[in-house]
């Protein structure tokens, strides 16, 4: 592969609310040389590992309000970030980044740590990768909690509000993540939005950003809509887990219709918690949405 960047170590210093060790991989089959970082948290023979993946711009720092309240009820977290994201190495070549390509590196992630009983927890790129794993997989995955998300089928019209999306990141190569999380989530402090930003030093290190609104399937034959359309299948026909669904209400893109219409696309899928005041990122009001899942787990 041609240049990697590598997010200095002390942009990551005294994050608020995230005291985590940082785990790191640099020989995942097919990604060898390229470094993954993961949080790992609770105990390792734990009888369920709730694995969480974070969307666009975000990093694992997203999951900070969720992983104490699993790991509390004796659980295991393994939270990584893409490729592109957070403390994971940052491939310089936009075309570097394909649906395939993250992925692949998820499959091998999970092959690697050997997971198995995972309760996938997921948003945003989370879900539009995380949600197509569990028909290749099924022996690993039980559980679902799926927040604010979708499946990139290629056969549904994308949203205004994706489109809408996908325009301003086009536009604004540069852009902030620290900037974008204050706009939609105004209760957070200076330095939590600072610690947004902290993976990308300067324009360079945004390549995956800028890269996941663009390779969303927007047609039948876009790279990884038939996949994701045969996971739709198989969730719908196959799927035999619980699952618990959050929906940040203020969310402009992936919202409530889109979230509906996923529901239906789910197999046993229960009525959604309906959060009315988070929006996109919806794990920013987290605690709630983590005990209630519990609670219902446990049913």
């Known amino acids: 592969m041609a240049e990697v960047l590598r997010t200095p170590e002390e942009r990551f210093v005294d994050l608020p609310g995230f005291p985590y060790d940082p785990v790191y991989i640099d020989d995942l089959k097919g990604f060898e040389g390229l470094r993954m970082h993961y949080v790992d948290e609770g105990p390792q023979h734990a009888n369920h590992i709730f694995l969480c993946l974070h969307g666009e711009p975000t990093w694992s720092y997203l999951y900070r309000k969720m992983i104490p309240i699993f790991t509390a009820a004796g659980n295991r977290v393994v939270a990584p970030d893409f490729f592109g994201f957070g403390r994971s190495d940052k491939p310089v070549d936009e075309a570097a980044y394909t649906f395939d390509f993250h992925r692949n590196a998820l499959i091998a ?21 995380g949600l197509t794993l569990p028909m290749d997989m099924a022996d690993r995955f039980s559980r679902l909690l799926v927040m604010n998300t979708t499946l990139g089928t290629g056969d549904v019209k994308l949203s205004k509000g994706f489109l809408d999306w996908r325009a301003w990141v086009s536009k604004n190569p540069d852009m902030s993540a620290g900037q974008l999380l204050k706009l939609t989530c105004p209760h957070l402090s200076e330095k939590e939005c600072a610690a947004y930003e902290a993976p990308f030093p300067d324009i360079r290190y ?31 026909d196959k799927w035999t887990g619980p699952v618990f669904m ?32 988070a929006g996109h990122f919806v794990q920013e009001w987290g605690e709630e949405i983590a005990r209630r899942a519990l609670s219902s787990f446990d049913k």
């Open 109 to 129: 992630f999970i092959e690697y740590l050997d997971l198995k009983n995972i309760t996938l927890v997921c948003q945003d790129w989370g879900g539009i990768l």
């Open 206 to 236: 945004k390549a995956g950003v800028r890269r996941f609104p663009e390779i969303v399937p927007g047609r039948p034959d876009a790279p990884g809509a038939a996949l994701s359309r045969n996971a739709r299948e198989w969730l719908c």
């Open 246 to 277: 959050a929906v940040g209400m203020k969310d402009p893109v992936l919202g409530p219709l889109v979230m509906q219409a996923l529901r239906n696309d789910i197999r046993s899928c229960p009525e959604p918690y309906e959060h009315s005041e």
